[in-house]
């Protein structure tokens, strides 16, 4: 990158960089180094004012009251759904199930779909590098109908074994559920070719998105996944809403997850008769001011667009890969060639924890353990990792600050 188109980066940075207000402090009298994004990113102004302003101004129930504001709210949880349809082009809004996040999402397909459709001897394939989120449910599910869970294995760069999975699939395959980006490693897996293989041998795909949503377009028909699940909060967006989107013709099919309101058009002691897509699947009353929070964090992602974003981000990817590779004893968790904003990591000698705990002494946020996937632990033989997580608003200088940190620690450490 020439001297002067870095310039210009730095400067556009630091325009997005004044959007996230929690961004400007001291965290133990150093300045705030946020590096622990996959595990939540923060929030830009856009999302925080509309929250506030939703319970300033307009807070009801939704999709049950007559009066203006009930209205108001439903109309702006009805555009969220809009917003995002059009975020990950699914073809209609009854593809888009507002959830808690991935993790409920996934235990949806599984309590769903799994339930209904699953007999002894059905096999589905998950992969090594998968969040407990997309192991536990399907381990759960497993368990209770006779099916058998079959893994993808990786190699030591952490990219699946494409060839592998060739030989695991097979006429008793019902799903494959992969993550769609590695939160512990950050390998961006081939899910198109997965997706193409799936469908070959008419299994379904459900592909995690959580970790893939912040970072590249999704395009769920170009994909032609059957399920595609991501967590707000990873987005710029509030906590405790997600997204499940399916297909339309299977999540007709599907039974409800949950009973309760909105989720009926009638009941009776004799007979409940379920409501239509999507809300069939939103029973009770829904994180309604996360649901419209959402909706201004994607407009936010929107207007930026991913093609700045991802430039951004790769450069500093690139920068940090190639900077923290000089300090002595550095092993990096996780080569793949395709690769998105993380950087897992091991030092000879020190305990990820302990760096955690000594760069937070220096104002540096980043996420020590075993990232919620422990076979990814396992295979690399380590008890955890610590892992730089990058977003939008970061920076080299961010980076500056946490390599000399982690020089800083490893003196004190003696290492
Ligand atoms: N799948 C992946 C790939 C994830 O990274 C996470 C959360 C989840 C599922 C679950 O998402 P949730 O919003 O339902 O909790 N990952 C992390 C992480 O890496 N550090 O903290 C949470």
Redesign the pocket.
Known sequence: MSAISSIIKDNVVDHWRKDFPILDQKVNDKDLVYLDN???TQKPLSVIETISRYYSEINSNIHRGVHTLSQLATDEYEETRKKVQQFINAKNLNEIIFT?????AINLITRSWGEAELKPGDEVIISEME?H??IVPWQMICEKTGAILKVIPMNDDGELLVEEYKKLINEKTKMVAV?H????LGTINPVKEIIQIAHDYDALVLL?G??AVAHLPIDVQELDCDFYAF?G??LYGPTGI?VLYGKENLLEKMPPYQGGGDMILMVTFEKTEYNELPYKFEAGTPNIAGTIGLGAAIDYVSEIGFEAIDAHEESLLQYATASLQEIPGFRAIGTAKEKASVVSFVIDGIHPHDLGTILDTEGVAI?TGH??AMPVMTHFKVPATARASFALYNTRTEIDVLKAALIKTMEIMGV
């Open positions: 996959a595990a939540t808690r996040g991935t993790t409920e969040h989120s997309n993550v980006v590695s939160n512990a995690d959580a970790q967590s909060h990873k997600g996420r990232h919620c």
